[in-house]
């Protein structure tokens, strides 16, 4: 089963609608204590880091977050779980969950006719194997509504890069943590292939600390 | 570099899928949930579910479409027609859209644009104008005046003042419908598109008058627009959303081919 984190923070039936179509079982839970027992953890999220972190300490959830990674428990971040998943995020200048080392700055471009938010259908580069990504291709576009972006400390992080005048993180990980900016869940078949991968990973053949 | 997006908009009335000619002659021709499901499989972009249905008795039937879309197809869509306050808005994603479609009822309220922007997020908030051509005067000094109720009704509001306007309350897209192209399939009205993606800083969809995939590539070109909405293109058989793709991505266009 796999347990999808409830923090208040927007996607969360569009990722459980995603995984009935696969067949694949989940639920929603706010509740720490099921968080820890889960086969698998999916960490989502639309909205503001700040208020995020707020509702995720009152509910406890930071803390099971963390030992849930300790304990090796597969998680997956999406977007803003992505993003409040680094240890600080300059949207409303937070500290954050920590299970990677890094920040998350806004966008600042010099075309001004790119748009912020960054947001649409566009290509990825895996730079990094990883048995979540495997099924993607060089020509899979996937989903991205976002203004800031993921930058872990260490680059051995980085899993896939994505380009918007700069070439920011779309994908990071580290042991049994993977965590995409885009949105899987709107991304077609080719983000249904990383949500079923996901639900196979084991976490260990993953990258090490 | 974000690919254009090509949407299909699909006219729901009564649940089923209807073709509308300059908002005049409607008729059903299909089921909107099967048709949606056929041009994802063909790699559109984005959905748009309009809601024409004209008695409010049957306004739940749209909610009963948009779940079912939302447990089928996996890309992002948007509903609109009907929504008149936060609340309708709020359910519309609730059952699965991504985003809300606003129209006459935010010309009639414009802080239903603040109001559903802060519940649900700039992103999920579409501001969806008609425009029609008329003689550019102090009111309106564009030329391009914003209409309702399928053009049967003026406002007195230039269109470029509107489309700032919706910017600043919130709007996270904006698109433009001409009135005059609409469902003539002689193109865009591709000044108009310029002039409001020129204009505002968020993405701008041209909408109204698409009937050839040269008509696309104009309005993402010469037009400046991020996205391009077609339905009778779609809708009664004469191109595949894989056709049109191939021929804007031969034409140097970055769309999304999987």
Redesign the interface.
Not at chain 1, 115 to 123: E, L, N, V, Y
């Given at each position: 089963m796999i347990a999808i984190v409830d923090y208040g923070a927007?996607n969360l039936?569009?990722v459980k609608?995603?995984l009935?179509?696969l067949e694949i079982e989940s639920f929603i839970t706010a509740d720490p204590g099921e968080l820890l027992s889960a086969e698998r953890i999916i960490f989502p999220g639309?909205?503001h880091a700040a208020s995020a972190m707020r509702i995720l300490n009152q509910r406890g959830l930071h803390t099971a977050l963390k030992e849930a990674f300790n304990s090796g428990i597969p998680i997956m971040g999406i977007c803003l779980g992505t993003q409040i998943i680094l240890s600080h995020s300059d949207e409303g200048g937070t500290g954050c969950v920590g299970l990677i080392e890094g920040n998350c700055p806004k966008f600042c471009l010099k075309d001004?006719r790119l748009?912020?938010?960054?947001?649409?259908?566009?290509?990825i580069k895996v730079v990094k194997e990883h048995p979540v990504l495997k099924s993607v291709k060089p020509?899979?576009?996937f989903?991205?509504?976002h203004s800031y972006y993921p930058q872990p400390s260490d680059r051995e992080s980085v899993l896939a890069e994505c380009?918007?005048e700069t070439v920011f993180p779309a994908v990071i990980g580290r042991s049994s943590l993977v965590a995409t900016q885009f949105h899987p869940?709107?991304?077609?078949?080719?983000?249904?292939r990383i949500l079923e991968a996901f639900s196979t990973w084991d976490g260990l053949d993953g990258l090490t600390c | 570099?974000?690919?254009k997006?090509l949407i299909s908009c699909l006219d729901v009335r009564n649940g089923n899928l209807a073709k509308s000619v300059k908002f005049v002659e409607t008729r059903d021709i299909g089921d909107p949930v099967t048709t949606a499901q056929r041009y994802?499989e063909e790699?559109i972009?984005e959905l748009v579910f309009y809601d024409i249905t004209a008695s409010s008795d049957n306004r739940n039937i749209i909610i009963d479409v948009v779940s079912e879309v939302?447990?089928?197809i996996?890309?992002?869509f948007s509903v609109g027609g009907g929504l008149r306050t936060v609340e309708d808005c709020t359910r519309v994603r609730?059952a699965?859209a991504?985003k809300v479609n606003l129209n006459t009822a935010a010309v009639a309220c414009p802080d239903l644009i603040n109001q559903a922007s802060a519940a649900l997020?700039a992103?999920a908030v579409v501001l969806s104008m008609d425009v029609l051509s008329v003689p550019a005067s102090a009111q309106i000094p564009s030329g391009y005046e914003i209409v309702t109720h399928g053009g049967r009704n003026r406002t007195g509001i230039d269109a470029i003042r509107w489309a700032l306007e919706g910017q600043e309350r919130g709007a996270?897209?904006l698109v433009v419908n001409s009135i005059d192209a609409d469902g003539t399939k002689q193109g865009y009205e591709i000044k108009l598109t310029r002039k409001i993606a020129d204009s505002v800083?968020?993405?701008v969809i041209a909408s109204g008058g698409g009937g050839k995939p040269e008509h696309l590539y104009d309005a993402l070109t010469e037009g400046h627009a991020?996205?391009v909405l077609i339905a009778s293109m779609l809708h009664f058989g004469e191109y595949t959303v894989k056709q049109i793709k191939e021929y804007l991505r031969s034409r140097g266009i970055k769309v999304?081919?999987?």
């Open positions: 927007g039936t569009s609608r995603a009935d179509y639309v909205g001004k748009k912020i938010p960054h947001m649409g259908w566009d290509s020509e899979d576009e989903y991205f509504v380009e918007y869940e709107k991304s077609g078949p080719a983000g249904l | 570099m974000l690919s997006r994802y790699g972009d939302a447990s089928k996996f890309i992002p609730l699965g991504e997020g992103q996270g897209e800083s968020i993405p991020d996205a999304r081919i999987s």
